[in-house]
């Protein structure tokens, strides 16, 4: 079985660094991309709101914050 080819650059990249212990690997053309999707389906007026609870890294939130243009 043939894995998804996104999937197989990335961990052929993380292979090709030395990088063999877990990681988080950040996206962020696809994640911009899923910031946009959820701002297009909005309602207008409506505000969200993001829970830093799960993923405490300041700079990545206020990336997202950023982007949605929200505090």
């Not at 052929?12 to 950040?26: F, M, N, S, T």
């Not at 946009?36 to 409506?46: D, H, N, Q, V």
């Not at 993001?50 to 929200?70: G, N, Q």
Request: charged letters at 20%; aromatic letters at 2%.
């Amino acid at each position: 079985m043939t894995g998804d080819p996104y999937f197989t650059q990335l961990s052929e990249a993380l292979r090709a660094a030395g990088i063999h212990q877990p990681c988080l690997v950040l996206d962020l053309d696809r994640l911009n991309g899923n910031i946009a999707s959820i701002k297009s389906r909005l309602a207008p007026g409506l505000q969200i709101r993001i829970v830093d609870k799960s993923l405490p890294c300041l700079p990545l939130l206020d990336h997202i914050r950023t982007a949605l243009e929200t505090d």
